[in-house]
């Protein structure tokens, strides 16, 4: 399958979760059982060679993802998740959002210093987010191989706070 062939499989719901927005529902794609397995060797494929250790995958729709690709890759997948949701030790980074601030936290012992990391989401919009679990990575001493997002909203720019990273997105909306 294609991007577009992806693209075509994702409903788009007008004015949720409020008005003026335009969300795009991937449920619709997950439901696809081709569509799920030709993501996954695709994103598998682009991957295999690149000494992944780890996948991380942002709460919680990257959660799918990540999981998938820690499976094909033969790495672990480690959570990252909003703070008082993992059980142990944790460190926690705080960042902007546009309209204020939030919290991501990563278990102390997921990732072990120079292991190999990609961080997987099923969305890249203002960056904020995936350049939080970026810190996040960096304080473990993880190695971060790359950036792989469903989807970019291009118009948001958040690929500019991911500077100095290989980021891939499958779907591209303006």
């Known amino acids: 399958m294609t991007a577009l062939n992806y693209k075509s499989l994702i409903r788009e719901v007008p004015d949720f979760p409020k008005p003026g927005i335009l969300f795009y529902d991937i449920t619709t794609l ?24 780890k996948v991380v995958g942002i709460e919680s729709r990257g959660f799918i993802f990540a999981g998938i690709l820690a499976a094909r890759l033969g790495a672990g997948f480690v959570p990252v998740r909003k703070p008082g949701k993992l059980p142990a030790d944790c460190f926690e980074v ?60 291009k118009g948001l720019n958040g690929r500019s706070k991911l500077t100095g990273h290989d980021v891939h997105s499958t779907i591209i909306y303006p």
């Open 30 to 53: 997950l439901k696809n059982a081709a569509a799920m397995r030709s993501l996954a060797d695709d994103l598998a494929s682009r991957y295999q060679d690149r000494g992944v250790t």
């Open 94 to 153: 705080k960042y902007s959002l546009e309209y204020g601030a939030n919290s991501l936290a990563i278990h102390r012992d997921a990732i072990g210093m120079g292991e190999r990391v990609l961080i997987v989401d099923d969305l890249l919009a203002t960056g904020g987010t995936a350049e939080a679990t970026v810190n996040l990575v960096r304080q473990l001493g993880g190695e971060i191989v790359g950036l792989d997002f469903l989807i970019e909203l």
